[in-house]
């Protein structure tokens, strides 16, 4: 069965710093997605980025990239010039043959000002 | 472009009723998701529609149920309520069956 791990329940960061989130994943699929979404306190969930794995570039999107590392199964989210905006649960996912996602336990993120 | 809508926005049961939960995809969605995200947990997949027909389901007891219509707007109904089925109810869309999945802003449920 497929899981992805999200190992740190919260991370906490200054304002305008960079921030690593980690992620994790065991898939027996050759051809998969990964995503980051984030859901602010508003609940509402948004796709941050996402990341084809039969691609070796790693996926960007503006302040968001990713670092995949397909052989370890690691797919790392950071997060540049970080803004209090970015204050949320951060949720690590990755697609099965039936492109149900499967999802990490989440990552709380806290912006210092 | 208009997003994902749910309705209710919150719902107020008591055990042993039902619930139904609606959904609207983006418009040219055709598949539809449903995940079910109890308190402080992460997101647990429970249905999955395309074209009106029900493609996979979760883990998930029969009392879980729903159904696409022919405008691809959905339905959850969840029957002889219990006090665990207590949580935030997620919609998803997408264009296809591999295309990223866009979330509506939930449907809270609390079951005295």
């Known amino acids: 069965a497929q899981t992805v791990t999200q190992s740190q329940p919260e991370m906490s960061v200054q304002e305008a710093e960079t921030v690593t989130l980690s992620c994790t994943y065991d898939?027996?699929?050759?051809?998969?997605?990964l995503f980051w979404y984030k859901q602010p306190p508003s609940r509402q969930m948004i796709l941050v980025i996402r990341?084809?794995?039969?691609k070796q570039q790693n996926a960007t999107e503006n302040r968001f990239s990713v670092n995949f590392q397909k052989a370890a199964k690691s797919f790392s989210l950071k997060i540049s010039d970080s803004q209090l905006g970015d204050a949320a649960m951060y949720f690590c996912a990755t697609s099965d043959s039936n492109y149900q996602l499967i999802w990490g336990a989440g990552t709380k993120l806290i912006i210092k000002p | 472009e208009a997003g994902v809508t749910q309705s209710p926005t919150h719902l107020i049961k008591t055990r042993g009723q039902q619930a139904t939960l609606r959904c609207s995809p983006i418009s040219g969605h055709t598949s539809v998701y449903w995940y079910q995200q109890a308190l402080g947990l992460g997101l647990q997949f429970l249905l999955w529609y395309d074209e009106g027909e029900e493609r996979n389901r979760g883990n998930f007891p029969p009392r879980f149920s729903g159904r696409q219509f022919p405008n691809y707007s959905s339905e959850l109904n969840v029957n002889a309520l219990e006090l665990e089925d207590s949580a935030l109810y997620l919609c998803?869309?997408?264009?296809?069956?591999?295309?990223?999945?866009?979330f509506g802003p939930g449907t809270r449920l609390l079951v005295l």
């Open positions: 998803a869309s997408s264009l296809g069956w591999q295309e990223t999945q866009y």
């Open positions: 898939t027996s699929e050759s051809d998969y997605y």
């Open positions: 990341q084809e794995a039969y």
